[in-house]
């Protein structure tokens, strides 16, 4: 591809004429500026696209004066006037900064910056998937703004601002970071403020530059973690399956590649600054999470998370997507809910209550069916729900309860909660476990009944499920680091209420 290299020729010219640029630049600034203005249309790290010229290599002073000119009108630009228009001088100087000290490319592909675009320049044109994505815990992945995260980071790795962290036990690069934070583990990198597609955690080019599965678990037994489990291409994978030079027209509205949609004065197709490929066969398929969603063991080899194995093991032919990914308003939902989504938690556990009369009394069978394929609770290993069984009577006054403070010691058959251990047996968190200890959770499409027998007869008798995205214990830890007091409240997720009919 030959690309126009229009600077040069602009360059001397403006040399002579306007004023020299305020101050010198921050690169890093003008890195986050570029991301977000810029590159949609000048390709990833300025590399170009089409017609639209490459800035990477650029003169700082070159480009300073060339959008001062663009801004006051002296030079005619249609595609960029409005927008230098936004910008002062002291952004020109930190783009200028940034485009300078890079190398100039050659060719787009070649550039492999993908994985530096912000999901800023993707909401341009995707405002509704940006708002859902926002919302997600994808947005939140990183111990910048996830702050239960955040608590275990700094436990096992450190400062998430700060350069050259590592792991502390294994004294590597913090794996965490893989999946917590792909775009800045493909670079090495532990600052994860310095760059909006670091921050932003698994963002959209995290997911949408995925083009395999290699599997998690590598041959000859080690493992490969997020980022590493997958294949990366430097262009965007799409679900949909478009030729990739097929051109969007108007008279192909539903079948041309949609960022390929340009054409030059010669009717001869442009290749967009972010083209795109058609990858249904891993964006359709759970193969896309599973290398961040399969399993991840501590250093001890204990497993702590493992949504792929028991998705798995449960034979089920759906995918991830068809819970996670709902289409609503004909797009496929990136909400992506969890254990932290009360509309999604609801939807877990088909809740029922049976009541049996007995010689003096009531049996009160609490039937739970787990309508997942994975576990309930799954993910974390301090995600824990409560079963609070409550009989009353006509008045709705309280006449017994399960429990009164917490189910695991008053009624440990109403805890569901996975729990590591250390060689002694004894409760131990993530990091230090040696062992699994206890295992209450509900299996993938397990029921199970827990039974009381209740020496009267109620006029009601209900049940209720609580989810709790920590242990107890962890909780005052967790709100050091937040203001969001909601979030570790228990939330009830499943309700059934039964009257006595004798
Ligand atoms: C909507 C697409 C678009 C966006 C966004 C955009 N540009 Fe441009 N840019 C162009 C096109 C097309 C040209 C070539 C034609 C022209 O000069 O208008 C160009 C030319 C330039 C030039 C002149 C290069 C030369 O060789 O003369 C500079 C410098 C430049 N852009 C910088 C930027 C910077 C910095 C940003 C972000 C703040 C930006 N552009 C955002 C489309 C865009
Ligand atoms: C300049 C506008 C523009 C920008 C910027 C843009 N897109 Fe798109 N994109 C579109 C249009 C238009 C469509 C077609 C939508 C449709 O078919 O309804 C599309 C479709 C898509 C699709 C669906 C393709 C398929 O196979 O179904 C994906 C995925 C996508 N974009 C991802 C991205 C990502 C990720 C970014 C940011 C890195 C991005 N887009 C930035 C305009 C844009
Ligand atoms: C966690 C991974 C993930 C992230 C993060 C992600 N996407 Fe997607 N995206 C997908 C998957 C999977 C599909 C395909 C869903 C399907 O068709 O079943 C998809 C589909 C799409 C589509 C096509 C929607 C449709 O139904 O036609 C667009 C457009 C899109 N993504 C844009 C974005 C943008 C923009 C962002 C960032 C704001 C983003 N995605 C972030 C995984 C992701
Ligand atoms: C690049 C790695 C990566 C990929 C790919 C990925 N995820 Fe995630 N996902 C994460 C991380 C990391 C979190 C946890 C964020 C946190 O809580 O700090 C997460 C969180 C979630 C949650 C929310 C959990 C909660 O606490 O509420 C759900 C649901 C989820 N992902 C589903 C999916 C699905 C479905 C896919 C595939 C379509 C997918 N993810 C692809 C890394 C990934
Ligand atoms: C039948 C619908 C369904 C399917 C299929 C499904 N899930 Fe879920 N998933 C849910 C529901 C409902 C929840 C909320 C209850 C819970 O947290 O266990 C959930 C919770 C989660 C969570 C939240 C864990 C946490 O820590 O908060 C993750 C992660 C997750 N699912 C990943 C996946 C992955 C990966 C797949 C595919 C391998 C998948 N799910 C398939 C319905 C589904
Ligand atoms: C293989 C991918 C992967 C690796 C490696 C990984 N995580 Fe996660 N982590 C996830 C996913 C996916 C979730 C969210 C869904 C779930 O709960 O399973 C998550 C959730 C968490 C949560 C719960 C967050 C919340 O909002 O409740 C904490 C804490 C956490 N991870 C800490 C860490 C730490 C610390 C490391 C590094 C030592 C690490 N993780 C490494 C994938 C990973």
Redesign the pocket.
Known sequence: MSRPILWMVAAPFLYWCSAAPAGTGDAAVGEDLANRYCIACHGPGGSGSGPVPPLAGMPAEALVRTMQLIRSGDRESATMGQLSATMTDQQFVDLGAYFSNLDPVVDALEAQRLHHVSARVCQWCHEDVYEQWSGS?HARSTALS?P??E???RQ??GDPRAENQV?QRAQTY???L???APNAAQDGVTKLDAMAAYAEGVNCVACHRISGYKGVRREGGGLR??LLAYETSSVLQGPKGYPFDQVRTPDSPHTGNPHIDKLDAFGQRVSASLPLEASPRILRTSELCLG??HL?PNPQGVPL?A?GDEFEASGAQVTCQSCHMPVVNGIAHHGMG???DNAMLARAVLLTVDLEPTLDGVRAHVVLQNKLPHKMP???PF?NVQIQVTALDDKGRILWQNYQQHAQKEAPEAYLFYQLADDQGQPAMPPEATQVGIDTRLDPHERRTISYDLPFRPAFVRAEMFYN??FEGMKPRVLELTDDEELLQPRRMAFYETRYRP
């Open positions: 815990m996830d239960i995260h608590l275990m980071y096992e790795v792991h913090p794996v965490c893989q999946c917590h973690l997020g961040c969603h991840r998370c949504t969890g254990g932290h799954t993910g974390a995600r995205l920590v």
